[in-house]
């Protein structure tokens, strides 16, 4: 068992017999009290922050895991196919271990999937940052693309997400997975 002085940012611990991963962690040491670390987490099944805090020098679960890279070939029913780029196995992963980052994936983007020690997958990453084309959005005029409003935008994925009035179909975005909003608008050239 490990205690909560191993606890860092990043790290996977089971916490009322569910896995968590560690967002923030701070160790405070009030005056003349005991030391305590106060832990943010993430409930990898939910999403759902938790914060806890912990007794200095408590015992805590700590999940070992092992992170694989694999590529994204294509979508079978409820699952994700994923080839390792080690070995050239493929692997089907349930659409549910990438939460609402599965809607940016597209063919042949590298993905990474967290494998707990008795070969369970834990979570599973696309990039934080992607490119993508916009397949369609509304036309703009001259006026409306000089404000400050937003309007929807169809990508190349079947995701929509909200953009600015200047971009157009077949621009290419840039979008943060983490939160699905635009970033800007790549120069392809």
Do not use: W
Request: net charge negative.
């Amino acid at each position: 068992m490990a205690t909560t002085s191993d606890l860092a940012k990043g790290v996977i611990v089971r916490f009322n017999g569910e896995l968590h991963v560690c967002e923030e962690v701070v160790h405070r040491t009030p005056g003349n009290l005991r030391a305590f670390y106060q832990v943010k987490m993430r409930n990898l099944r939910h999403g759902r922050i938790v914060e806890n805090r912990f007794r200095s020098g408590e015992e805590v679960e700590v999940v070992e895991t092992e992170r694989k890279t694999f590529q994204y070939l294509y979508r079978d029913g409820d699952d994700l196919v994923l080839m390792d780029h080690e070995t050239f196995d493929q692997t089907n992963v349930p659409v549910s271990a990438f939460g609402e980052q599965a809607k940016f994936l597209k063919e042949s983007m590298t993905v990474e999937v967290v494998y707990a020690s008795d070969g369970s997958i834990v979570q599973a990453e696309t990039p934080t940052f992607v490119e993508l084309t916009v397949t369609d959005t509304s036309p703009t005029t001259k006026d409306e693309r000089a404000t400050a409003s937003t309007k929807p935008a169809m990508l190349e994925t079947g995701a929509v997400i909200q953009v600015p009035m200047f971009v157009l179909t077949g621009d290419v975005v840039r979008v943060d997975t983490r939160t699905g909003e635009y970033i800007d608008r790549v120069n392809k050239k």
